[in-house]
Nanobody, 127 residues
Framework: QVQLAESGGNSVQAGGSLRLSCEVS????????MGWFRQAPGKEREGVAG???????SYADSVKGRFIISKDNTKNILYLQMNSLKPDDTAMYYC?????????????????????WGQGTQVTVSS
């Protein structure tokens, strides 16, 4: 059974940095697309960053230049390095995995119909 477990969430001040991790267990299929989503109270879940099996990445406009998604295929861990954090980045952050398809990662990020989800890790940014 595939399981995704996020960690690394915390409370930080604006301008600070955090690195989120997502450990994937139950598979070794590197063909899946991986992504990070977030959901703030009262708002819909939104795609933040994604990476496909070829290493192609995509980011939401709101985080471009500040967040970096990466993965370690040998350890089955997905990362999200978050820099220059803003109060608007406050949300529950979720890791997700989706089977390969014709849809490019930048379009996958616009949907939430991914195959697997983690439980989330809370990020709070204070001003």
């Amino acid at each position: 059974q595939v399981q995704l477990a996020e960690s690394g969430g915390n409370s930080v001040q604006a301008g600070g940095s955090l690195r989120l991790s997502c450990e994937v267990s139950g598979w070794t299929d590197q063909s899946y697309c991986m992504g990070w989503f977030r959901q703030a109270p009262g708002k819909e879940r939104e795609g933040v960053a994604g990476i496909d099996s070829n290493g192609m990445t995509s980011y939401a406009d709101s985080v471009k230049g500040r967040f970096i998604i990466s993965k370690d295929n040998t350890k089955n861990i997905l990362y999200l390095q978050m820099n220059s954090l803003k109060p608007d980045d406050t949300a529950m952050y979720y890791c997700a995995a989706d089977r390969p398809s014709a849809l490019p990662v930048q379009l996958k990020l616009l949907t939430t119909t991914w195959d697997y989800w983690g439980q989330g890790t809370q990020v709070t940014v204070s001003s």
